[in-house]
């Protein structure tokens, strides 16, 4: 009997053979061997606990950082729902946000209750779970300055509380979750008192600057290369010719030439091939690394 005939019982549900690429913004990629959507932190926690552990396991949020590769994802896949979709404000310009919820309503919530600093994340259209994991963040503030602590489940399936230091934060990356296979359930924030109207403000700014200069709308993954040091990832595409030209079904966006793009039919393939393509080419035109900043998971066809 394999592995997928021997999974614990659950309250929430397993799906078998299950595509990925309706999970992710890029709309690509092939099936998970089971998606697993838990319940509550109980339920996932128990299941963790009684897995086998050479299974390898995934979490995804709502994958607009992330490329799943045309073969699919080996083991279990977890997305978490509605349990983990709680936003709570507290005392202490204090607000509690559940991985599930998306960064722009924490935003919102946030504004609401008078809490400045958390505006930022009105232009990042992933969930909390990826902003805990990518250190998520735009125009000069980011998860690590609103962080007080987060909330996980650890692959062996013990519930733990970690610091903002714990995570090891640095430029859209947390060393802590690389290292380790952690599930974020859930997180608390803190920011400043201000008006809400004064925060709502900043939030339309944001709103519009977005809509100017990146194509939100696109079947895309956001920023494909960190910036390497003293350079701009989209500047270094641009100068080396691959704004706009189409490779397959991918292309690196007119609007944004960081941004990589699924322009209707493209494969997991055409999108990686573009992206090492370019890599190649700025290395060996310019001598500078480009480093994925897109996760991108799971096996060729
Ligand atoms: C149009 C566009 C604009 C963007 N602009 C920005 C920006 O300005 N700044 C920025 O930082 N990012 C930006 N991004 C990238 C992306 O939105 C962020 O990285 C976001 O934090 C990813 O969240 P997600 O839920 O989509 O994560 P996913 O893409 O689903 O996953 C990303 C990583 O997080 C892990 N993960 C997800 N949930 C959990 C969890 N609960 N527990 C443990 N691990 C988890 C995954 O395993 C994966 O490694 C942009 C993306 C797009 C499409």
New binding site residues.
């Given amino acids: 009997m394999s592995w997928q005939d021997q999974l614990p019982a659950v309250r929430g549900k397993l799906l078998k053979d299950e595509l990925l690429g309706p999970f992710t913004?890029f709309r690509v990629g092939g099936p998970a061997d089971v998606i697993f959507l838990p319940e509550d932190a109980e339920d996932l926690a128990a299941f963790l606990k009684a897995l086998d552990p050479a299974v390898p396991v995934?979490?995804?949020?709502?994958?607009?950082?992330?490329l799943v590769r045309d073969g699919g994802v080996d083991g279990v896949v977890i997305r978490?729902g509605k349990a983990f979709a709680k936003v709570e404000s507290r005392s202490d310009n204090r607000i509690f946000a559940g991985?599930a919820v998306l960064?722009a309503i924490l935003a919102r919530e946030a504004g609401k209750a008078g809490i400045a600093g958390l505006e930022f994340y009105r232009?990042?259209?992933?969930?909390i779970?990826?902003?805990?994991?990518?250190n998520?963040?735009?125009y000069g503030s980011e998860t690590k300055d609103v962080l007080v602590e987060a909330y996980a489940v650890t692959r062996s399936g013990e519930q733990i509380t970690l610091s903002n230091a714990d995570l090891e934060y640095s430029y859209?990356k947390s060393a802590r979750?690389a290292r380790e296979q952690?599930?974020?359930t859930g997180a608390l924030f803190e920011g400043r008192p201000d008006e809400p109207s004064a925060i709502e403000a900043r939030m339309a700014e944001i709103t519009e600057r977005r809509e100017k200069t990146?194509p939100?709308r696109e079947k895309?993954?956001?920023?494909t290369f960190k910036n390497p040091p003293g350079h701009s990832s989209w500047k270094l595409v641009d100068d080396a010719g691959w704004r706009g030209k189409p490779f397959g079904g991918a292309m690196f966006s007119p609007l944004h030439s960081n941004f990589l793009i699924n322009t209707g039919e493209a494969t997991a393939a055409d999108l990686e091939g573009l992206g090492e393509a370019v890599r190649a080419d700025v290395k060996s035109k310019f001598g500078v690394e480009l480093e994925w900043e897109i996760?991108r998971i799971g096996k060729p066809a």
């Fill in positions: 913004w995934t979490p995804i949020g709502v994958g607009s950082n992330t978490l991985s960064d232009g990042v259209p992933g969930s779970g990826g902003a805990l994991v990518m998520a963040g735009c859209r979750a952690l599930i974020f990146q939100i895309t993954g956001g920023s996760k």
